[in-house]
């Protein structure tokens, strides 16, 4: 009788964090916009297709793996009011599977709050590696890598000038800070901080083209607001200005499609390798489960990011041991390299890098993007 009592009361507390018997309930908050953001939609069906693929072959020690998704609507406030209900109210066991810079930096501190791990936010923002966070643990390469790539890849090129549009916001300055330290390592001129807020006019991105342009940039990037980006580059061409436009990997393939002409030619960071060529591993891996998984869809940066993703929150959570509770799982990452078929993401006690993949892809005149 006490044998019972003790495992049935092993058993809740195991439930209270989001462990049962049967299954391992993860918690995420992502940007879907209900189905608008293309991005977020992608990687749902990535993280999706790798969580069933294992599902079916017995699960993480017996136990399936059960996404209790909400979806944030890209907005701060609602991202902190979804991981507060997945943790007091749906009792999940981590959170997980973010996008967007802004809701994932706004999970942290509800994760530290409730000390609650967080882990592989979809977003390149420094805020989620610098200062350290304990809880935290993202996946994919930061933007500071993606500034690096693309800014090694002007000078080789001959271009010594850059310019850099970014949001006019404390994660923005933050960006900025990196790109000025960058820029000094490799010998080139930043001779424009581009800066706009949430709700520029189109008359003030005519005045960051004229600033461009008297700037004398070579080549211009960006860390993200695609949608400010492709107003601008619309503007610098019907202008005449021949600067070369890079950019980073969030919502590159929609910005490709919605420039048309205008993006041949465009270098991107991109921190999955192509999934559409196959030279990787992981590549070869994706394409066989999601053709199977989701005959009919293509492939995409985003479902390969999701299904990348998945699959290290796999590896993490069999490093947390056969009755995993939250402690077992940060303890199992304290000093973890995670081999996902060939790429390595690395957790330290101080350093939570995740992977430092960065490749780099241009737009051709079929505008298909060539790594």
Do not use: C
Not at 39 to 52: F, I, S, W
Request: a positive charge.
């Amino acid at each position: 009788m006490l044998a019972a009592v003790a495992l049935l009361l092993a058993g809740q507390a195991g439930a209270a964090e989001g462990v049962t018997p049967t299954q391992i309930l993860i918690g995420q908050s992502i940007t879907l916009q209900d189905g608008k953001n293309e991005y977020g939609t992608a990687v749902l069906v990535g993280v999706r297709t790798y969580l069933a693929q294992v599902n079916s072959a017995g699960g993480v020690g017996g136990r399936q793996v059960v996404l209790k998704t909400l979806d944030d609507n890209n907005s701060t406030d609602q991202a902190q009011a979804n991981a507060r209900r997945l943790i007091e109210k749906d009792e999940v066991f981590i959170l997980f599977g973010s996008v967007e810079g802004g809701p994932s930096t706004a999970l942290m501190p509800v994760a530290n709050a409730f000390n609650v791990p967080f882990f592989g936010p979809m977003a390149g923002s420094p805020t989620l590696r610098r200062p350290h966070q304990s809880l935290v643990f993202p996946v994919r390469a930061e933007h500071r890598d993606e500034f690096q790539a693309l800014m090694a890849q002007a000078k080789r090129l001959g271009m010594q000038k850059v310019a850099f549009l970014r949001a006019d916001s404390s994660v923005g300055e933050a960006h900025l800070a990196n790109v000025k330290l960058i820029s000094q390592a490799l010998g080139e001129e930043l001779v424009a901080d581009l800066p706009f807020k949430s709700d520029v006019t189109d008359a003030q991105i005519d005045q960051l083209v004229t600033r461009l342009s008297q700037s004398g940039a070579q080549m211009v990037f960006n860390h993200g607001s695609a949608g400010v980006y492709e107003k601008l580059i619309r503007q610098a061409r019907a202008r005449g200005l021949r600067t070369a436009f890079y950019g980073v990997n969030s919502a590159s393939t929609q910005l490709a499609q919605h420039l048309g002409e205008l993006a041949h030619g465009m270098v991107f960071a991109q921190v999955m390798p192509s999934p559409w060529e196959r030279k990787t591993a992981i590549t070869r891996e994706y394409q066989a489960a999601f053709s199977k998984a989701q005959p009919g869809q293509d492939f995409s940066y985003g479902s390969l990011e999701g299904y990348v993703t998945a699959k290290a929150l796999v590896q993490a959570l069999r490093l947390a041991g056969a009755n995993p509770t939250r402690e077992s799982f940060l303890a199992g990452l304290s000093n973890a390299r995670l081999d996902i078929n060939g790429l390595t993401a690395s957790y330290r006690p101080q350093e939570h890098r995740g992977l430092s993949f960065v490749d780099l892809a241009i737009v051709t005149r079929e505008s298909k993007f060539r790594h």
